[in-house]
């Protein structure tokens, strides 16, 4: 999941035998090849004994670090800081995007989802937490790990000759009971008129399902399994709406373009605060010049984790 992307690359740079991991199973393939030599346990259990199981667990800690995440079908994460909160439980957690606010509510408007402390990505994301009546003094800036790593990777690395392929990326669409936002009629359109178009240049394009999407439009292409950095090394082009794997494109140097319809305006509820691709209907557009965000940003976060188990 993007949330253990955002986290793992600041977990890399603390001392192993300082904490125990429990993985949710969305994010099962990619601890295993980000973390190769790290044990951890499998969150193997049914939707309805997920607070059962943190409730008899969490008292055997004296802290909790955790990923946060829409409580939309799966309430992991919510269930997870809602039991930290009854039973006095520090804990730490990361917002990996700019928009999902309402994983912090529950069905009250009452913030029983927000860990005592919070990584967020910038100023801006801050200000709306606050906003909302969020303690201001437990949310923290710390830019992206995830897309410090890729930046940091991109500079290392050496240029590739690649297939003429493109990729679309897929999101659920919530307010379609999270069926991919290309299962709309106008996307759809779009989508395949610029594929007609790439494929007289000589293009293939595949499809990448989100992991919780529940309908899928597109079943007749190829299905993208690649890992979740064999996949920059694999496509030439990324088209989707605002999924973070479009900012990951972007940021390790792809060309991306952006679906922009008002069909699916309201299915977040923020936008990526900065140009990281181009727009779908104007495919032949100048590239975005590279952007110098998220610096240090591992660097930061590894600082809060430090400072939030020395104060707690």
């Not at 100023?123 to 992206?144: C, P, V």
């Not at 399902?209 to 920059?232: I, N, Q, R, T």
């Amino acid at each position: 999941m993007g949330g253990a992307k955002f986290l793992a690359p600041i977990i890399n740079e603390i001392d192993p035998n300082l904490y125990e991991m429990i993985i949710h199973p969305l994010s099962k393939i990619f601890i295993e090849k980000f973390f190769p030599d790290k044990k951890y346990e499998l969150l193997n259990i049914g939707k309805n004994k997920i607070e059962d199981f943190w409730q008899m667990r969490m008292p055997a800690y004296s802290s909790v670090i955790t990923t946060t995440s829409s409580k939309i079908i799966d309430q992991t994460n919510s269930v997870l800081i809602q039991v930290c909160r009854d039973n006095a439980i520090p804990s730490l957690g990361f917002l990996d995007h700019w928009k999902g606010f309402d994983r912090f509510f529950d069905n009250y408007n009452q913030p029983s989802y927000m860990p005592d402390w919070l990584g967020v990505i910038d100023q801006k994301t801050k200000s709306r937490l606050e906003s909302k009546n969020l303690i201001s003094s437990s949310i923290f800036i710390i830019g992206h790990p995830w897309l410090d790593f890729l930046k940091q990777k991109n500079k290392t690395k050496a240029i590739s000759l690649e297939a003429k392929s493109i990729l679309l990326v897929s999101q659920p669409d919530p307010l379609n009971k999270f069926a991919s936002i290309f299962c709309e009629k106008d996307n759809q359109n779009q989508i395949n008129e610029y594929l007609s178009l790439m494929e007289t240049k000589g293009y293939n394009a595949f499809y990448r399902s989100h992991p919780k999407e529940v309908k899928s439009c597109y079943g007749h292409l190829p299905l993208d399994k690649a890992d979740f950095l064999d996949v920059f090394d694999k496509y030439e082009i990324f088209v989707g709406y605002d999924s973070m794997m479009l900012v990951e494109a972007f940021m390790i140097g792809k060309k991306v373009f952006c679906l922009k319809s008002k069909k699916i305006k309201n299915a977040s509820d923020y936008e990526i605060p900065f140009t990281y691709g181009n727009r779908l209907d104007e495919p032949f557009a100048n590239h975005p010049g590279e952007i110098n965000l998220f610096e240090n940003s591992i660097l930061r976060g590894k600082e809060l984790i430090e400072v939030f188990l020395r104060d707690i």
